[in-house]
């Protein structure tokens, strides 16, 4: 699947660029189909970089899913007590059972989160951060909406408490701000690679 | 045809992959482009799929074998082979697909009550719309979250069958929940919900869990926090009501169970994300699904009920045949479930009308011989050869060079076997070889050669098939658990090859099949023919195979018959190297046929033991009994004239689906050689669970890496979730 979205992201941009190339029959650009795209390929751009986050997120992880909270996977829950063969024939000789592949148990120091919003209003915040990322110096880039002419979430900030294993979020939401989902990148200031995503969601009223 | 010369291909194994992959190669499409041998090890085709016919012409098989209706590959090429093979009906009684597979509607589990017992718990599964292998006919793609709004379509429907008619109104399962209209609308009413703890009625649950339902299915973006928390309420809502209710019914408690795991489903679901993970099911494959289930809040009771116990029952999910050892990967056995249940079209099994060697591989043999395919029968692989890295050329990529056999038998006249026998008008498979056909037939016959046993080494020759000369592309397509013995430099040289033979294990399976002088209802059975599963140990799946009576040619034909399987408890590889070893666990599978037989089938079939207790042995019907050959053996001494087997062959042994080995799994679109692919339901072909779907998909998968064909999108399931 991943490399369909990564497709269909190519695609969408090659179409983009295609368009803006191509002048309409007027002169000027066709507004509404570009403005399409634009969204379009703003959304794929979203997902993409959801999709990023979660293969690099993978890469990390070693495969296993993450889910907060959650015990890793040791691969048994114990036998069925009901009809387990209380007298059922032993083979012949005893069974040496083969070592069982158990992965790696992942070492997940659970993080903390303090959300320090300032908004008027209702708003769903959704915050996804790789493990061990409370120790970098972390920027959150503009929270952007897929309607182009939405304004930007601006002046989000990300404080990182590497002793307390702690995050602060800083997000300040105007009255004004129109309805909508808005997303953007959490990067490693240092490395420029990405290290989440963050998303405000603003119902209608 | 074009000038060219065709590209030779070697099949190395005629199981159900082996044939999928021949009979995609040799499409009339692709205009004899490929020259497709096929080796088999022995006299017949079907790997553990194969069946023969035995005294009485009666079918003996390696199992017990259900196709079940998501098999869309299986079901594909099967109909395709039947329209291609024109049987005449007035002729063969098995002339087309429909005569072949019959719906089949009725399914039970055995249920262990809390208080103690078996107690059969059977449901007629609903036929769906359409029929399996439709052509033209697109099989949706279902993503995560359809499959868990039609799971809380199924907890919905559930609750309102224990719906009490003295608490009001039946709610009606058809309204549309409150609030539904724009995904904002779903979210708000899901908050107001939340909000007020509105839940104390069950019609308030039902909306609810219809809501969920609606926002699974409608939002492109999921608010995942606020559905768990609205699922976790619903839940918590349901579990009240329920949990007195159950302790003493156990029609209740047993739909709760089926509410119970499709609530943890839910929620796993939700909160390993999984509606958003690129890598669908699959992220979860380190889990154990009974493990996975009860970290996502399912009871016990369920994960160790009759439901999730018959899940693993199906797929022999038994680490090392072990019942103390259940496991499987948590993402394939949800795939596998929902596949199962969601996606089935017209009945949720189909049942065989002959044996599997007669419905599937006879007519895929024949089809086959008309489209010009070669069979050497008689052929062991013993080596895939590859060639030496430092004799490869610049830029050559690395390649098998040639293939190493046995010649176990030699046919008279230097021509192809001849490996059918007709049986009253169907081509069928016997049982053993037909020795008038090989040279000195006669004794090999009398000194007992046994062409299926791995531990019988005898050969007549043996025969190197190189690379340019007798073959440019090998598909192997034998049994998983064939690929230590047969792969050796392989796994010698090829660490993956290694990971993949140490990680994705095999598993021994123990079947047998009675025939009997009483009718089911005689027997105590009073409900229709029907398939059970969960059953105790050391056989806990159980057929009604009555329908086969009239296939078979008895002169007094059995009133029923009945198949059994199960996993075989296996023993360490060195202990299996012995050549008593084949001999010894065909003695331990009688005796744990006796055991089961005295003491157990009681519980299935009461009037199956006699007034003074134990099984009624006269019971069995012998295809051998006959005047003339003076008096049967008598008591358990009659067990002997029924069949039984000991799946202990490497080849026969069933590919597990263990927790964290999928990843290990080779898929037939790796192109590490350049000739060389595999296929079998042991390779990672999109299902990944010992199934004749499975080898069915990497068959067709093992065509397309070759030709091109069929398109990955028209392998059904290849990339679904």
């Known amino acids: 699947m991943g490399y369909r979205v990564i497709e269909e992201y190519l695609r969408q941009g090659q179409n983009v660029a295609r368009t803006m190339g191509i002048p309409s029959p007027g002169g000027a650009p066709a507004d509404d189909g570009l403005q399409n795209r634009m969204g379009a390929m703003l959304r794929s751009f979203t997902d993409f970089a959801s999709l990023w986050m979660e293969l690099m997120g993978r890469m990390g992880a070693g495969g296993a899913a993450s889910a907060p909270g959650v015990t890793p996977p040791v691969g048994t829950a114990g036998p069925f007590p009901a009809g387990a063969a209380p007298a059922a024939p032993e083979p012949p000789k005893a069974v040496a059972p083969a070592p069982q592949v158990v992965p790696e148990p992942q070492a997940v120091v659970p993080l903390a989160l303090t959300l320090d919003l300032d908004s008027p209003r209702r708003v769903e915040v959704s915050l996804e951060l790789r493990p061990r990322s409370s120790t970098l110096p972390l920027v959150v880039h503009d929270l952007r909406a897929p309607e182009p002419d939405k304004p930007r979430i601006t002046g989000v900030g990300l404080e990182c408490l590497s002793e307390e294993e702690r995050v602060i979020l800083h997000l300040q939401v105007p009255e004004a701000h129109p309805p909508g989902v808005y997303s953007g990148l959490i990067v490693d200031e240092r490395t420029g690679l990405p290290r989440g995503t963050l998303t405000v969601r603003i119902p209608p009223r | 045809m074009s000038n060219e010369r065709p590209i030779d291909i070697a099949v190395i194994g005629g199981g159900c992959a082996g044939m999928a992959a021949a009979f995609e ?168 919900l939340l909000k007020y703890g509105q839940f104390a009625t069950l019609a308030a649950v039902l909306e609810a869990l219809g809501l969920m339902e609606v926002a699974l299915g409608t939002l492109r973006r999921y608010p995942e926090n606020l559905l768990l928390r609205f699922h976790d309420a619903v839940a918590a809502a349901l579990r009240e009501r329920f949990a007195k209710l159950i302790e003493t019914d156990d029609q209740l408690r047993r739909l709760w169970e089926i509410i119970d795991m499709m609530l943890a489903v839910v929620r796993g679901g939700l909160r390993f994300r999984l509606l958003t993970d690129p890598r669908g099911f699959d992220a979860i494959d380190d889990y154990d699904c009974r493990e996975w289930l009860r970290l996502n809040g399912a009871s016990e009771g369920t994960i160790n009920g009759a439901f999730v116990r018959a899940l693993y029952d199906l797929t022999f999910a038994y680490e090392d045949g072990d019942v103390k050892k259940p496991r499987v990967a948590a993402g394939q056995g949800l795939r596998g479930a929902f596949r199962a249940f969601f996606t089935y079209r017209g009945a949720f099994f189909w049942k065989m009308q002959s044996g599997m060697g007669d419905v599937v591989f006879a007519p895929f043999y024949e089809v086959l011989k008309r489209r010009g395919v070669r069979f050497a029968f008689f052929h062991r692989l013993e080596d895939v050869r590859l060639v030496a890295p430092e004799r490869l050329a610049p830029g050559e990529r690395p390649h098998v060079e040639a293939l190493e056999f046995d010649v176990q038998a030699e046919v008279v006249g230097g021509g192809e076997y001849q490996p059918l026998v007709d049986v009253r008008g169907l081509p069928c498979w016997p049982v053993a070889p037909d020795y008038r056909q090989l040279v000195e037939g006669e004794r090999l016959e009398r000194e007992g050669w046994q062409f299926e046993s791995h531990w019988d080494r005898r050969k007549v020759g043996t025969r190197t098939l190189r690379v340019g000369e007798d073959f440019d592309v090998a598909i192997l397509a034998v049994g998983g658990g064939a690929i230590p013995h047969v792969c050796k430099q392989l796994v010698e040289r090829d660490s993956r090859w290694r990971a993949m033979v140490e990680r ?218």
């Open chain 2, 25 to 192: 190669l040799t499409r009339p499409e692709h205009q004899g482009r490929y020259r497709v041998t096929v080796y088999q090890l022995g006299w017949r085709l079907g790997g553990k799929g194969a069946s023969g016919r035995g005294p009485a012409d009666r079918i003996q098989e390696h199992g017990l074998h259900l196709w079940m209706g998501f098999y869309e590959n299986a079901f594909r090429l099967i109909r395709e082979c039947y329209a291609e093979l024109q049987r005449d009906p007035a002729t063969c009684r098995i002339a087309d697909w429909r005569d072949a597979f019959v719906p089949d509607h009725f399914n039970g589990l055995a249920d262990w009550s809390p208080r103690g017992g078996w107690s059969p718990w059977t449901a007629r599964m609903p036929p769906f719309e359409g029929l399996p292998g439709d052509p033209g006919n697109e099989v949706p793609r279902w993503s995560i979250a359809d499959y868990l709004a039609r799971s809380l379509e199924l907890v919905r429907a559930l609750v309102m069958t224990v719906w009490e008619p003295a608490s009001g109104t039946a709610p009606d399962a058809q309204r549309v929940p409150a609030g539904v209209g724009t995904p904002e609308a779903v979210l708000e009413s899901m908050s107001s």
């Open chain 2, 504 to 721: 994705v294990k095999t598993v021994p399976t123990q079947a047998f099949q009675l025939w009997m002088s009483a009718n089911m209802s005689e027997l105590g059975w009073t409900e229709p023919p029907i398939n059970v599963s969960g059953f105790v140990e050391p056989f806990d799946t159980w057929a009604d195979m009555s329908h086969l009576a009239s296939e078979e040619s008895w002169s007094q034909p059995p009133a029923a018959i009945a198949y059994f399987c199960n996993a075989l408890p296996d023993v360490p590889e060195e202990e299996r190297q012995r050549p008593a070893f084949p001999h010894e666990q065909h003695e331990r599978v009688r005796r744990n046929c006796v055991q089961f037989l005295e003491r157990d089938i009681v519980h299935l079939w009461p009037r199956a033991h006699g007034d003074s207790g134990g099984f009624r042995w006269d019971l069995l019907q012998d295809a051998r009994e006959s005047p003339e050959a003076g008096a049967s053996p008598q008591g358990e001494a009659r067990f002997s004239s029924q069949y039984w087997t000991a799946n202990v062959n490497p080849t026969d042994r069933y590919t597990l689906s263990l927790p964290g080995s999928l990843k290990f799994r080779l898929s037939p679109l790796d192109n590490t050689y350049d000739n060389l692919t595999v296929a079998g339901d042991w390779t990672d072909c999109g299902f990944n669970q010992g199934c004749v779907e499975a080898a069915v998909m990497s068959g067709r998968l093992a065509a397309h890496s070759i030709s091109g064909a069929p398109r990955l999108e028209e392998i059904v399931g290849f990339d679904h979730p």
